[in-house]
C-alpha cells in the first residue's frame, strides 16, 4: 500500500481557505485518494474522494496533479467546527472499508 | 437512514477478562471492518466480514476475533484482555461494491482495560 505523508498540524483563522497536501509518491495505478475527517471520540467521516483532476462536493475540493504522486484537500471558508484531524488515504477502490491505512493525519485547529 | 450503531458507547473491564462489542451496519451494507484506534499506533485494521464470512484480516493476536450475523450485525471479542487493549473500537460498513470506497463509521466503543 502506498505511504502517504502529510503535514501533523495546521492552524487556521475562520473564514480562510485551508489547503491540506498529502504526498504519495508510490501511488499505483489502479489506486484512488480519499480524506476522511474525525472529531475527538468519533469514527472518521468520509469527506471526499478522487482518482485524478479535480473533485468538488458540497464540502471540499480534491485537486490532484498529472503525476498523482500528491494531492490537496481544500477546505473553503473553515469555521471552529472544522476543527478536526484530517486523513489522507491511498488504496485501491474495492468499495468496502477493508484494510484502510490511516497515517498520522493532520490535525487542524481553527480559531477564531 | 440511520448510521452505523455501536454498543456499549464505553466499557470498563479488568484485566484477564473478555469483552464483546456490537455493531449494527446501515441497512444494506453487507461489508463491516473493525478497527483498533490508540494514541500511540492510531487507526488500525482488525478484520473485516462479509456475508457472515471474514474475507480480511489485520496484523492482530487471534485474542481478537469476530463475527457476522445473517442480518450483518457483527461482534468483534477480545479475549484474556491486557491493558494495550485499552482502546477506541470503531466499526465501519460499505456498501460492497459501490463505485466509491466510502467507508461509514460508528462512534466506536472506548474499552479501558484495568
Known amino acids: 500500500l502506498a505511504k502517504t505523508t502529510q503535514p501533523i498540524s495546521m492552524d487556521s483563522y475562520e473564514g480562510q481557505e485551508v489547503n491540506i497536501t498529502c504526498s504519495h509518491n508510490n501511488i499505483a495505478t489502479n489506486d484512488y485518494i480519499t480524506w476522511y475527517q474525525q472529531f475527538p471520540s468519533q469514527g472518521p467521516r468520509f469527506i471526499i474522494q478522487g482518482y485524478k483532476t479535480k473533485v468538488t462536493n458540497e464540502v471540499a475540493s480534491l485537486f490532484i496533479p498529472a503525476d498523482r504522486k500528491s494531492s490537496t484537500l481544500s477546505l473553503p471558508r473553515v469555521s471552529l467546527s472544522d476543527t478536526a484531524v484530517y486523513y489522507c488515504l491511498v488504496g485501491g477502490h474495492t468499495g468496502t472499508a477493508s484494510k484502510l491505512t490511516f497515517g498520522t493525519g493532520t490535525r487542524l485547529q481553527v480559531t477564531l | 437512514k440511520a448510521g452505523v450503531t455501536q454498543t456499549p458507547r464505553y466499557l470498563i473491564k479488568t484485566r484477564g477478562q473478555q469483552v464483546t462489542l456490537s455493531c449494527s451496519p446501515i441497512?444494506?451494507?453487507?461489508?463491516v471492518s473493525w478497527y483498533q484506534q490508540t494514541p500511540g499506533q492510531g487507526l488500525q485494521f482488525l478484520f473485516e466480514?462479509?456475508?457472515?464470512?471474514?474475507?480480511n484480516k489485520g496484523n492482530f493476536p487471534g485474542r481478537f476475533s469476530g463475527r457476522q450475523f445473517s442480518n450483518s450485525r457483527s461482534e468483534m471479542n477480545v479475549s484474556t484482555l491486557e491493558l494495550g487493549d485499552s482502546a477506541l473500537y470503531l466499526c465501519?460498513?460499505?456498501?460492497?461494491?459501490?463505485?466509491?470506497?466510502?467507508?461509514?463509521f460508528g462512534q466506536g466503543t472506548r474499552l479501558t482495560v484495568v
Open positions: 466480514y462479509f456475508s457472515e464470512t471474514q474475507r
Open positions: 441497512s444494506g451494507h453487507r461489508s
Open positions: 465501519a460498513s460499505s456498501l460492497a461494491g459501490s463505485r466509491y470506497t466510502e467507508a461509514f
